[in-house]
């Protein structure tokens, strides 16, 4: 099973790289979960047609029982996509990361991994705070490897450096390894040059290099990724063989 954990600065696009990737394995016949961990409950929506899931804390909160299936607390979205988002507290009242906690503690009650049989497991996670509740995805044997989501923004490097310490200090507690980069471009000067330096620094290779593209704004806005909206697209075209890149080493494990 390929699990792994997208982190990075808030805004970069995690939410977008990881959908177009869900979406881009599946479309390659692979069974694929995407698990949005972050309060404002949208890593999904463009696998939804624009229609948001449930978020697992809101569901907690509305009623008095713990659901008693996987189906009350997700959607199936493109392409047979189980789409689940932890969701959050209301903002100032409480503690997202105790709400990923939460949510996964009820994942594993619910046998969620096993009765759905996953090929892929996606983790899209808030930001760049790797500690506490927003550190589960990368424990306890749920994702073995993060991609962290990157541009050549000078904060969104800052973010990037502090995500790899982060992980790289929890290495003796067999947490998930940093696997490579995404570039997510943003035109910025000398992006490349940048990113590549970073990579080299850290032993890092950039998986991806996804350009920045008006259909990925014109498919967002329509409810859906390039996969679906604009699958002949460069974007399109770069999420595909970063799907099919993970697949192959995979399977030559």
């Not at 599946?26 to 047609?49: E, F, R, Y």
């Not at 979205?77 to 932890?86: A, F, P, Q, R, V």
């Not at 903002?91 to 009820?106: E, Q, W």
């Not at 996670?125 to 589960?136: N, R, S, T």
Request: hydrophobic letters at 40%.
């Amino acid at each position: 099973m390929i699990k792994i954990a997208l982190y990075g600065k808030g805004g970069i696009g995690k939410s977008t790289c990881t959908s177009n990737l869900a979406a881009a394995f599946a479309s390659l016949g692979k069974k694929v979960i995407q698990i949005g961990c972050d309060p404002k409950a949208d890593s999904t929506i463009n696998l939804l047609s624009g229609t948001p899931a449930l978020p697992v804390m809101n569901y907690l909160a509305e009623h008095d029982d713990e659901p008693s299936s996987i189906e009350e607390i997700s959607k199936i979205g493109y392409k047979g996509i189980l789409c689940i988002e932890t969701g959050g507290p209301t903002p100032g009242l409480g503690c997202a990361g105790r709400g990923i906690i939460s949510t996964f503690t009820l994942l594993e009650e619910l046998n969620v991994f096993k009765k759905f049989a996953p090929d892929v497991v996606l983790y899209d996670v808030l930001g760049d705070v790797v500690c506490g509740g927003f550190a589960a995805p990368i424990r306890e044997g749920y994702a073995e490897d993060v991609i962290i989501v990157t541009s050549g923004e000078k904060m969104a490097l800052y973010a990037a450096n502090n995500i790899y310490n982060a992980v790289k200090n929890f290495e003796d507690r067999s947490y998930a390894k940093v696997r490579g980069l995404i570039l997510n471009r943003r035109n910025v000067e000398e992006e490349e040059k940048k990113v590549k330096a970073f990579a080299q620094e850290k032993g890092l290779e950039i998986l991806a290099d996804i350009p920045r593209s008006k259909e990925i704004t014109l498919c967002e806005d329509k409810g859906m990724t390039v996969i679906e909206g604009a699958f002949e697209s460069e974007s399109a075209r770069c999420f595909y063989e970063l799907a099919q890149r993970l697949i192959r080493e995979k399977e030559n494990e």
